[in-house]
Nanobody, 128 residues
Framework: VQLVESGGGLVQAGGSLRLSCAAS????????IGWFRQAPGKEREGVGS????????YYADSVKGRFTVSSDNAKNTVYLQMNNLKPGDTAIYYC??????????????????????WGQGTQVTVSS
């Protein structure tokens, strides 16, 4: 299983970015994809996640209403749309995949230990 992230960059506060996470080597519909971020000196934290089997999503309180996770099953790609970015959103963003044998509904923000595969990360920097 390979996850490749793209879309990071430098943006001013209030701006938007869309990150992509392209998955290969696995049946995409069996995946739950989580987005995490890690700022310097801080622990990795969950941002949002999506189940590709039923489309359920869950978000951290810090990003609710600003970030949206979506999935394009035809492209085997999950997106993280980030709007109204703040300097506190600056971090390396990672996508991660958990593989399930059937449908899974997301009802909470899972920790990193749940996920089996990780992307390489992409830097997001928000200037004030």
């Amino acid at each position: 299983v390979q996850l490749v992230e793209s879309g990071g960059g430098l943006v001013q506060a209030g701006g938007s970015l869309r990150l992509s996470c392209a998955a290969s080597g696995v049946t995409f519909a069996n995946l739950a994809i989580g987005w995490f971020r890690q700022a310097p000196g801080k622990e990795r934290e969950g941002v949002g996640s999506i189940s590709n089997s039923d489309g359920s999503t869950y978000y951290a309180d810090s990003v609710k209403g600003r970030f949206t996770v979506s999935s394009d099953n035809a492209k085997n790609t999950v997106y993280l749309q980030m709007n109204n970015l703040k300097p506190g959103d600056t971090a390396i963003y990672y996508c991660a995949a958990a593989v399930f044998g059937g449908s899974i509904r997301i009802t909470t923000l899972w920790g990193p230990d749940v996920y089996d595969y990780w992307g390489q990360g992409t830097q997001v920097t928000v200037s004030s």
